[in-house]
């Protein structure tokens, strides 16, 4: 009978070891170890996300854009929110997952403004290439944050956008209303970035 019991005490001893496990492996997934590389990981977001506003601003500095533009071309741009009380209301994996997603859609619009401006060689317009290539590097950098919290990819569908504009002017509002938007998002983004960071495990 000792035998027996010992037998089952060590059943139960490995079961509840092995449960042990499974629930630390659930907290590792959801909040990897290494929490200072993690906040490290965000200060770099935080940091790609207001290089990119930099490079927005200097672009938008440009004389081209002095007329405020007079309609928007744009239906399918993400919504931005810049109300400071939204940010203490963030959750963590949809917020990823949302930027995700935003970010995707600026990417579809600057790219599809970016083959129109080079196929009418328009040379007074801003080149988007070295924007375009931040904005890919930032996503990278966003995917592998989703990957460690197993946030989940939200659907972008494919952008609405405007014909192809046939004048001068219309190539100039496109990229002012474009540029514009996407200033506000990353203003909006690196302080979620920051926001995300102090939610993160000390």
Request: aromatic share 8%.
């Amino acid at each position: 009978m000792k035998e027996v019991s010992s037998v089952l005490g060590d059943s139960s001893s490995s079961l509840l070891l092995s449960l042990l496990l499974a629930q630390l492996h659930l907290l590792a997934s959801a909040f990897p170890a290494h929490p200072r590389r993690i906040q490290t990981d965000f200060d770099k977001l935080s940091n790609q996300t207001r290089h990119l506003l930099k490079l927005t601003q200097d672009l938008l500095k440009n004389p081209v854009f002095a007329t405020e533009i007079d309609h928007q071309r744009f239906k399918s741009l993400p919504a931005i929110s810049s109300r400071v009380s939204d940010l203490t209301t963030l959750e963590f994996k949809p917020t990823l997952s949302q930027l995700y997603a935003d970010l995707k859609s600026f990417e579809h619009h600057f790219e599809w403004l970016n083959r129109t401006t080079r196929k009418q060689q328009h040379s007074s317009v801003p080149k988007l290439t070295d924007m375009i290539s931040h904005i890919k590097s930032l996503i990278n950098s966003l995917q592998r944050q989703m990957t460690r919290a197993e946030a989940p990819r939200i659907p972008v569908p494919s952008p609405s956008l405007p014909p192809n504009p046939a004048f001068h002017w219309e190539v100039v509002q496109s990229s002012q209303e474009l540029l514009q938007q996407f200033r506000l998002f990353c203003d909006w983004a690196s302080r979620v970035f920051l926001t995300l960071k102090s939610k993160l495990p000390a």
